[in-house]
């Protein structure tokens, strides 16, 4: 391995964002694994809410383009507007998180130190949403960081709100058992 990269043991930024990502994307899985798809891809009486799938569709969805597309230059497909309907069942969502997971540490850990100011190029079809502003790669990590944990947070809430649901169904006004 060339100096500066990441080696077993050895710590750098790249590794060090790579296990926060790699936190974030286990603690989704850890959220959804003991629900039934049902409640997966329940909707939730919110504006504006999106099922559990759907959140976490979206969140690795926007980390593969944010790593893997923006930073490693890996052509990824991705309809971003289909995330949001997206439904299907927890493995689906494990097998794509743990590819996610392996490939953003494979692309996190080779990078120097150096290379965090690299600026990166936007796809022509991202262009009008991210506007002209230069990225770097560190930018744009540190973004796939930030959206990952605030839809972290999202999940966290609408798992509640599900599973409260289902807990009160049978209880009355007052929360008594019927």
């Known amino acids: 391995?060339?100096?500066?990269?990441?080696?077993?043991?050895?710590?750098?930024?790249?590794?060090q964002f790579a296990r926060v990502l790699e936190d974030i994307g286990?603690?989704?899985l850890r959220e959804l694994e003991d629900l039934p798809d049902g409640a997966l891809n329940r909707a939730v009486a919110l504006p504006e809410a999106n099922t559990l799938f759907a959140l976490?569709?979206?969140?690795?969805g926007?980390?593969?383009?944010?790593?893997?597309?923006?930073?490693?230059?890996?052509e990824i497909a991705r309809d971003r507007e289909a995330e949001f309907h997206a439904s299907g069942q927890y493995q689906d969502l494990e097998r794509r998180y743990s590819a996610w997971i392996g490939a953003a540490r494979d692309v996190l850990w080779?990078?120097?130190?150096?290379?965090f100011d690299r600026l990166?190029?936007?796809?022509?079809?991202?262009k009008a949403a991210l506007g002209d502003q230069p990225l770097t790669v560190r930018t744009c990590v540190l973004h796939a960081i930030e959206?990952?944990?605030l839809h972290l947070g999202h999940i966290q809430?609408?798992?509640?709100?599900?599973?409260?649901?289902?807990?009160d169904q049978g209880r009355d006004r007052r929360g008594n058992i019927q």
């Open 1 to 15: 391995m060339c100096p500066g990269h990441a080696r077993p043991g050895m710590t750098n930024a790249g590794a």
């Open 56 to 60: 976490a569709t979206h969140l690795v």
């Open 147 to 149: 959206h990952s944990a």
């Open 120 to 126: 990166v190029s936007v796809p022509p079809e991202r």
């Open 26 to 28: 286990q603690r989704v």
């Open 157 to 167: 809430l609408t798992r509640t709100i599900i599973t409260q649901a289902r807990s």
């Open 110 to 115: 080779a990078l120097t130190e150096n290379e």
């Open 62 to 74: 926007a980390g593969e383009f944010w790593v893997l597309t923006m930073i490693g230059g890996r």
